[in-house]
């Protein structure tokens, strides 16, 4: 695994930005996986500013999300699908019709998790996915003790990932009790990964994941036994190293 240190928030979103153009200026159609969650806000932002200073097109892009929650519809603004279109899509030249996300409001989730397994494999696989970590080292929904076969799956989030993610709902009931995400095996036939931590909350994940053992108990993990991942970390994610 690469480690890119990056200085600070914004300049982890720049460096990863850079990948993600060069990735896009040079493929015919490139398939980028894409993350919700605080920690892409600033890639998505940098990439919006290069798309407005004419750096790059993405109308030969097709995005693929790794996760979203059972039960919320596309308009719901805690949807992963709203935050992409807030936060991405509405602002650049990607054709709606090839940003795939998981849809949580599919009367038939266990279905729908197939269907998504199919959509990516028509899209041609995963050339560039990008990910978050999460304080227990879960990757998309992933939580700790999935197994590292997994395919794309509903998940029982953990309380520890609904209290996380309460920042962004009205009350901790509010956050859906479950999810559906790409499963781990599903994320590791990405071509290459690139995945982004800021922030000292992270250090000890980021400290178990350079250090520690492969695994199911810290999905991230994983990661070391894939050819080629980018991890970008600032000096507050580096700070246990
Ligand atoms: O970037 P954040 O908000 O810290 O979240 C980390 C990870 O947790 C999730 O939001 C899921 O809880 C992922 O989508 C994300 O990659």
Do not use: W
């Not at 720049?14 to 600033?42: F, I, M, N, W, Y």
């Not at 520890?160 to 590791?188: C, H, Q, W, Y």
């Amino acid at each position: 695994m690469e480690i890119i240190r990056a200085n600070h928030y914004d300049d982890m979103s720049k460096k990863a930005c850079e990948q993600v153009v060069d990735q896009v200026r040079h493929s015919d159609k490139p398939v980028l996986g894409l993350a919700t969650g605080s920690t892409p806000e600033g890639l998505y932002g940098q990439l919006i500013d290069q798309y407005h200073e004419g750096n790059v097109s993405f109308q030969h892009v097709t995005t693929c999300n790794l996760d979203e929650y059972v039960g919320l519809t596309a308009d719901d603004p805690n949807s992963y699908r709203y935050y992409m279109n807030d936060k991405l899509f509405n602002h650049i030249d990607l054709p709606r019709e090839n940003a795939f996300l998981p849809r949580g409001d599919a009367a038939d989730p266990e279905q729908e998790c197939r269907d998504y397994e199919t959509l990516i494999q028509q899209a041609g696989q995963v050339d560039l996915q990008i990910l978050g970590l999460g304080l227990n080292g879960h990757i998309g929904f992933n939580e700790p003790g999935t197994s590292f076969d997994s395919r794309t799956h509903v998940v029982a989030l953990d309380e520890s990932t609904r209290e996380a993610n309460a920042r962004f709902f009205p009350t901790l009931d509010d956050v859906p009790k479950r999810a559906i995400t790409m499963g781990i095996d599903t994320i590791m036939e990405s071509k290459k990964m690139v995945l982004l931590v800021s922030g000292e909350k992270k250090a000890h994940a980021v400290n178990q994941l350079v250090n520690g053992e492969v695994t199911e108990a810290f999905p991230a993990s994983v990661l070391k036994r894939h050819p080629n991942v980018v991890l970008i970390a600032d000096e507050g994610a580096r700070s246990h190293l």
